[in-house]
């Protein structure tokens, strides 16, 4: 049984994990240079997120067959079959937006970090049944959004470390 795939985009995967290997090099920095203990566990606490938000979106995938739905996340797998559905609908939020597949008893969403995410939009559109669908997910399958939001952040992150860092090598020097 053949699918089609869609993982998490790289322009955001790739700002992430350099984002989290400089949140490395700064934690091994600031113990080389003696750095006090609490701005070592503010560090420390700032990188879990961050690295725990990289393992999840690198490992985070969506299968669509013709008959379910499957989503791969870092703590298992959620399938739902297209018969058992009792809505589709979207939220939008800027240039975020957010789809929500519903069941008598579950439900999932998928949100627009998703590379391919137009492609991904129409293909579930056509393979759900038409009578659960609202209005506002099919005028999405017409016009899905372009996101660069998160992934300004993630290059921003990136920055900002780098900029942290240099000022601590210049500190040490």
Known sequence: MQGSSYKIRKGFLIPMGITVALGVVLLLIGVGIQMPSG???????????????????????????????????????KQISFNELTSVDTVRVRKRVFISLTTADSFMIISNSYDHFDELVRQLISLVPQT???????QLAADPPRKCSDIFSAWLAVAVLL???????????
């Open 39 to 77: 701005r070592l566990y503010l560090l420390a606490a700032f990188m879990v997120p961050a690295l725990l938000i990289f393992i999840e979106s690198s490992r985070r995938r969506v299968h669509l067959y013709a008959d379910h739905i499957l989503m791969e996340r870092t703590l298992g797998k």
């Open 132 to 138: 659960i669908l609202s209005d506002e997910a099919r």
């Open 163 to 173: 900029l942290v860092i240099a000022a601590q090598l210049q500190s040490a020097l």
